[in-house]
């Protein structure tokens, strides 16, 4: 039975491939992210590896760098599965080392004739190998240590390479009175509210195709991207996901103060801001600390319109570069230029007030699409 292993931070995908490569005959180890993946590879010795491109910690090409650079993975075969199309995705994955690369959303059939072409070779690779040289074993013994897997990465000279630059609608999003917060709770029972609320957000952003990029402290950092690269599509889903992020923080509220009856807490509520630009993805973080990021302008600029929106009852606030280029029907409030803290050039901001009611009058025009 060949065993493959399978890295990519998609839960439902790993699970759904996963489900599908046992019930064809094959054996399967999963991974997360990419030092996982390298963790997995040196202990399981898989016969294939199918690769994700874009993941936290160690990305896909990192790995496969890593892969290639050690002796007792380097002849294991690599097919990456990404939803990168362009000509410069393939040639990073044929010049790090791939053995093939399927387009996300993968068709079973691609992806079983692949593993099945890429088995095959192994194979015929392996009986050459016993005949050449029968005293070299197929899998030499490999030690599984973090001392080996550091000496790996440094080897390979890459821990997370992936930099490139995208247009993606950052939402940034902080709890309001959280230092109170904390003064006024158990150190356990404010990590549990933290948690609580940070999965009902995570939910939130998941179902409008957001990537939480970052936890910092009491803060979420989300990027929103389009898989037909449309600026309107994921602009529009961030002003969804803040609005929507808006009624949970609400609800929640609710929950803490049946939870925590008379002790006089601070309103829970959070401030949002969103920004659309250019952001620069890539790994930052010394060693196997190192973590996949997003950095620039846009990030900062999603930050200072989240510290704006405590001046309007915590409403979402979002530039006007975002809110012009929407898909979607929304309410909006007061536009203005505004002076950012530690920007020099001023921004337009507009005020988020929720979704545009419907009309249902035949040729109506939704007349609150921009105030």
Do not use: W
């Amino acid at each position: 039975m060949a065993k493959i292993l399978l890295v990519d931070d998609d839960e439902l995908l790993v699970l759904s491939l996963k489900t599908l490569l046992q019930a064809t005959g094959y054996e399967v180890v999963t991974a997360g992210d990419g030092l996982q993946g390298l963790q997995a590879a040196l202990q399981h010795a898989p016969d294939l590896i199918l690769l994700d491109v874009r993941m936290p910690v160690l990305d896909g090409f990192g790995m496969l760098a890593a892969l290639r650079a050690n002796a007792g993975t380097r002849t294991i075969p690599c097919v990456i599965l990404t939803a990168m199309d362009d000509r410069e995705s393939l040639d990073n994955a044929l010049r790090h080392g791939a053995d093939g690369m399927l387009l996300k959303p993968v068709r079973v059939e691609a992806l079983l004739q692949a593993i099945a072409g890429r088995l095959e070779v192994l194979t015929a690779r392996k009986h050459v190998g016993m005949v050449a040289i029968t005293s070299t074993p197929t899998h030499p013994t490999l030690r599984t240590n973090e001392e080996e897997l550091n000496a790996i990465l440094t080897e390979s000279s890459v821990r997370a390479p992936f930099r490139e630059s995208r247009e993606v609608t950052v939402l940034f999003s902080d709890i309001r009175n959280f230092s109170r917060l904390s003064e006024m709770l158990p150190s356990a029972d404010v990590a549990e509210v933290l948690q609580q609320y940070y999965e009902r957000a995570a939910d939130v952003m998941r179902r409008h195709e957001g990537m939480l990029v970052r936890i910092i402290g009491d803060a979420l950092l989300v990027a929103f991207e389009s898989t037909r690269n449309l600026r309107g599509e994921h602009a529009g889903n961030a002003i969804r996901a803040a609005l929507l992020l808006q009624e949970t923080a609400r609800e929640y509220a609710l929950a803490l103060e049946r939870r925590y009856p008379r002790r006089d807490l601070p309103p829970f509520a959070v401030g949002t801001g969103i920004h659309t630009g250019e952001v620069m993805v890539c790994s930052m973080g010394p060693g196997h600390t190192s973590e996949i990021t997003i950095i620039g302008d846009t990030v900062n600029v999603a930050a200072r319109l989240e510290a704006l929106s405590k001046d309007h009852s915590c409403t979402p606030i979002a530039s006007a570069s975002t809110v012009d280029v929407a898909d979607g029907h929304f309410m909006y409030g007061k536009r203005e230029k505004v002076n950012l803290k530690g920007r020099l050039a001023p921004i337009e901001s507009v005020v988020i007030l929720g979704f545009s009611p419907r009309v249902s009058r035949p040729g109506s025009e939704m007349a609150t699409k921009r105030a």
